[in-house]
């Protein structure tokens, strides 16, 4: 079988793998998005009631990080690197362009979701996208080696963006679908679970229901 290196592998497209895409694109990486549900970005279209939530008007990186005190230490360093102003001009590059609301609220003009997802996906046109789960990553020199599907690749890089409720094999089973003993071995670490704000969807009759309990704050576990 002919193999050929790439450059980068990134695992899963959503919006954390796209916009990886477009910046080592940008540079001119070769890059090859591995999605197996054949649907990048579409975890973006319900964001912001349908209008995407790009970002929040704070501009003091020290300030914003506040606004997240399980992750402010990470967040810290991270703001520190790529600001708000940094996410407005990336928007504008993707010819995104933006408005804010009085609450600090940052959306695009469009009011969009799905137009903002097709400029995201037209800004990464030329990467290379393969439909197929990834079931085992193996370390080679210079390189590593992907099994996915009935097909091998090989790639200098790796980047794993697949989030943390990804059915991927090849995290839930990390040690059993790669070659490696441990984790730690590629550099890689798993932080314990936290709490977390998320949204619900209910049919029209239950919003009717809930729309009283609007600030109503409750405790409650999904297995």
Known sequence: MEREYKNVAI????????????FLLKYGISVTLFD?????????????????NLAHAEYDFKELAKNYPRGEKFLYS??????????????????IKTYTQDDGKIFP??????????????????????????EKIIPIDGGFKIKAGKSEYLFSHI???IGGHSDYKIIKNFDKFTDFDKAEKIH???CEKEKQLICLHFFPLYILIFRNLRGIILQCYIG
Do not use: Q, W, Y
């Not at 695992?11 to 477009?22: F, M, N, T, Y």
């Not at 197996?36 to 995407?52: I, M, V």
């Not at 703001?79 to 940094?86: G, L, M, Q, R």
């Not at 995201?120 to 030329?126: A, R, V």
């Open 159 to 161: 980047v794993i963006a």
């Open 188 to 190: 890689m670490s798993f």
């Open 11 to 22: 695992l899963g497209a959503g919006a954390s793998g796209c916009i990886c895409a477009h």
């Open 78 to 95: 991270i703001f520190s690197k790529f600001s708000t102003t940094d996410s407005i001009e990336l928007f504008d590059e993707l010819g």
């Open 36 to 52: 197996k549900k054949n649907k990048p970005l579409t975890t973006l279209l319900p964001t912001g009631g349908g209008r995407c």
């Open 109 to 134: 003009i469009s009011n969009s979701s799905k137009k903002v997802r097709e400029k995201i996906l037209f800004s990464i046109k030329n990467a290379e996208f393969v439909n197929d789960e990834v």
